[in-house]
Every structure is written in structure tokens, then in C-alpha cells.
């Protein structure tokens, strides 16, 4: 055990943690030059195209040291704000973290939340400056940049470049001297914490922990704590980014991965505790909490058959992700589908796309909303998801929406977008604090449903790329809020619906149906596209009707025989206008999560 090091990389998005990991791998001889890529550890398809780390990922390495092999544990962790759930999984399981600060472009807002992970898990923090080969590098700048808005010592910092490999041998030995060994009781029952997992179609529904006490050995009977179903271990393996590395145990101090030949894959829950089947332990391990999500979705197959493909796909996406939360409901305008629980708006992108391209299945997404408290006339308190669960007018005293507090870090030539976006965003101004005198620290509480849609999108391109975003719950508050239905000649579309600002009603109303008026196919007669509150209607659009030459069979001959014809033909327009149905195209839909705030 003196001899094991258990460390998380943590840093903002686009720092440059997955090819420091890289080359950390390298430096251990895991992989031989022949087996490496760019970002190894990023296995996902979707990783590598957009460049970022999604899950986190474990991989045990060798590194001597003054005549003596040490065991390394890396986990590289994501750094989009959506994400920061699998940063306090992994965390959990680590002795030391490495702050990777990219030392041309300094302290971001991640960076900071990164750090109060780090700091509430009681971790040994060792910063590092990466990128000191570029040009734009300053170092010194950014070093102070971290001990005035972090209060971080960075007396000992490390400076890498992990695209030339610089620094890295100096980071290695900075990991064993400074990164305390893992401590725990080898004699004691067995305790280890599941805090990971992931589907193989082969070995089923797999493991991944830390042992904290005692050892797990392959035959031995264990026990998931949370369900108390007891199991055989059938396998055990180190984490290997290219081979599986079997072992006979895992002991106190280490990471595996366990195969328990379990095909429910509901049976396995990560912050699980599994201890020994014949002798238990008495105290889980406690102090992990499970994601909340933000933010809520509708998803429903486009082919209503793949009803039942799409439970199982979100059963085995949630073993791999399990900050992801789903239950069944119905649209009237869409079918049967799953109203689905994310982190963010990134995090839903990407269930949404790993779902299309790993299990085959072509979705459509409602606009997303968050839960909102409505306190009705009678006394009681309802929380609804979804638009289509608000209740008459007439029964809602008031309601209450959630806020959170928003971090922007940004270059001052860019306060007054900010502070301008913030304030048509509803945020409340908490704090304001310059840094130096190129950057500023913004604090806001601003009401989730303003940051769900499009926001990080308006920050970004308001700030030419520049400004970074953090963002954690705080509170529920009172809004003046109502819900803004969407009718189709006449018809109210439930899955247009969205819950918005009394305020900003009208113009989202104007703004949805003017952009419905271009997608919305043309019929043989005209369809009414309307914007409503209640049975109040406040913006309309008309599809005019699409012409059909019916006099064309009347060649010559006398012109009332055609003054008929058209007659004929108005009647009938008049009769389809009063029952014509509208067929919807996909994009509809998805036209909702397009028009927004930004109107």
C-alpha cells in the first residue's frame, strides 16, 4: 500500500488533461508506441470528433523511482461544466488531483469548481502549468493568477508541456512524493466503493471500484450493500486503456474492475458499497451523493414500434452514465416516449446522439424545461417537469423556479455583453471582482430556465470564445411564470408546449410561430398557427393554402362549365378546413430547442 498513488486530473475543458494522461502513459511504458493515439483514454466515437472527455476514465501504471515501483492510478476526468458529476465520482476514489491550468489562456470558471470538489474530498492538490510551449505561454502570470482567485500555494507548481512531453518526469516524481499512499485496514471485512460501471455484451453488467478495506478475490461471495443480493466474482481485472490485465485480487488501496456475471443491469448502482458475502461490514461507504438532474426532456422514437429498444437502450446508457434519470409518458402529438433527466443541455446532446448511434434508434427531443414548485389555491404543492402537467390557471396561487449561481470568468473588453446578456437572462448581480487588469470574475443567481436553452451558445459567441461559465443550483424562487401553448390549425400541439416569463410570452410566442410558418408543410387549405396563453391568443401566423388546377380537364368550351369547377372546389376547401389534420415534420419540434431567448 505505501507503494500506491491514486490521482485525478482535473482542469476546464480544452486545458489539455487527455493528452497530458497521454503522455503520463507513455512515460510508464503501458502502451508501446506502435499501440498509442491521440487521447487514448477517450474511447467514445463522439469523444474524439468533438474533442472532449465525456466519461471518465481509470487506467493503473508502473513507475520506478529511485529503485522502487510504484502503482499510479490515473483517472482523467471530463471538463465541461455538464459533466462535473463524473469529477466528484472519480475523486471520491482519489488520494491527490492534479490542477492542469493552461498557462496562455490561465484560471476559468471550471477551474475553480473543480478545485471546491477537490478541496470538500480532503485531496492533496498539486498544480500544473501546461502549454508552456506556446508562444502566448506566461506562466508567472498565470501562477498568481491561481493563488489570488483559488488561494491555492503554488510554490511547488509544475510546469509540462504534455504535446512535447517537458516536465513530465518531474510531474511522476511530484505524484509519488507528494500524493499521500491510500490508507485502510487489510484485515477488516470488505469495503469497496463501485464508482463506475458500464455494460459488455460478453461479461454483462461490469464494476469498477476502489477497495478501502479488506480485498476482493475472484471466487469469493460478495455483497451489493444497496440490495443486499449477494454474488460470486467471477473475474478481476486492472484497467488497461488496449488489453485486460487479469489478477486473482484486488486489495485495500487498489481500483478494478469486477464481473459478477450480472445480466439486470439495474442490480448495479453507482456509490454502491460491496463488502464480503459471509462476513459483512457493518458501515457502507457513506459520503457519496447522486447526480440531480437539471434539466428535463422528452424522448421519443420517430418509429413508435422502437418503444421498447429505446427502455432497454436508456437502461444501459444509465449503467454507463448514471447521472441519467428516465420515466415513461405519453404525447399526444408524438406517442409513447421517455421523459428523461440530464445534467445540461451538452450532456443531453450527447445522450441524445449516443443513443442514435449506438443503438440505432432516430429520436425525436422536446424542448427542454427544469421542475418548477406550483403552489395551488387549495393549500398543496405540485413539482411538474413538463409543461403539459401544469394545472388550470384558476388553481395556481403562485410559482417558484429554480435559480442558480452562475461564474463567469471573462476579459473586461467583454463586461458590458455580459452584464447585458445577464441582466435580459433575468441574473441577479451577486459579486463583481477584477483579477488583474485583463480579467473579471462575475457572480449572478439566475433562474435555470434562462440557462437551459441556448445560453452558453450567446456567451460564447458575445465573447468571441473568451469567457468561461460554471454554474451550481442554490435555491427555489418565486417567478411570474405561464405556459405558452403552440396551435396548429386550431389544435393544441402538447409537445410545443414550454413554460416562460410572463414578460417575455409575447415575443417567444411571435418568434415560435413565424418560425413554424416556414416549416410547416403547405395543405390544400390554410392553417391557423397560433401562439396562446390559455384560450387568450397572442400571436398567429397563417400557411396560405396550396393551389390545385382543377379546371385543367376543361379544354375550350363554355366558361361557366369551369365557373363550376372552382365553385365546387371552394366548398370542398371550406369542409377539409373545418376537419383537416396537419401532419408535423420532425423539425417542428426541434425548431422549439432552435428559437429561444435570444429573440
Known sequence: MENIRNFSIIAHIDHGKSTLADRIIQECGAITDREMSQQILDTMEIEQERGITIKAQSVRLHYEKDGEVYILNLIDTPGHVDFSYEVSKSLTSSEGALLVVDASQGVEAQTIANVYIALDNDLEIIPVLNKIDLPSAEPDRVVDEIEKSIGLDCTDAIFVSAKTGEGIKELLDAIVDRVPPPEGDREA??????????????????????????????????????????????????????????????????????????????????????????????????????????????LYPIETDKFEDLREALEKLKLNDSSLSFEPETSIALGFGFRTGFLGMLHMEVVKERLEREFGIELIATAPSVIYKVYLTDGTTIEIQNPSQFPPVQKIDYIEEPYVRATVLTPTQFLGNIITLMTNRRGVQEKMEYINEERVLLQYAIPMNEIVLDFYDVLKSSTKGYASFDYEPIEYRRGDLVKLDIRVAGEVVDALSVIVPRSKAQQRGRALVKHMKEIVPRQLFEVAIQASLGNKIIARETVKAMGKNVTAKCYGGDITRKRKLLEKQKEGKKRMKAIGKVQLPQEAFLSVLKIGNEK
Open 189 to 298: 471485512p470488505t469495503r469497496a466503493l463501485i464508482y463506475d460501471s458500464w455494460f459488455d455484451n460478453y461479461l454483462g453488467a461490469l464494476a469498477l471500484v476502489r477497495v478501502f478495506d479488506g480485498e476482493i478475490r475472484k471466487g469469493q461471495l460478495v455483497e451489493l450493500m444497496g440490495t443486499g443480493v449477494q454474488h460470486t466474482v467471477l473475474e478481476l481485472m486492472y484497467p488497461h486503456p488496449k488489453r485486460k490485465i487479469e489478477t486473482e485480487k484486488i486489495s485495500t488501496g487498489e481500483i478494478g474492475i469486477v464481473v459478477l456475471g450480472i445480466k439486470d443491469i439495474s442490480a448495479i448502482r453507482v456509490g454502491d458499497t460491496i463488502t464480503d458475502g459471509k462476513n459483512p461490514t457493518t458501515e457502507p461507504i457513506g459520503d457519496f451523493q447522486p447526480a440531480k438532474p437539471f434539466v428535463f426532456a422528452g
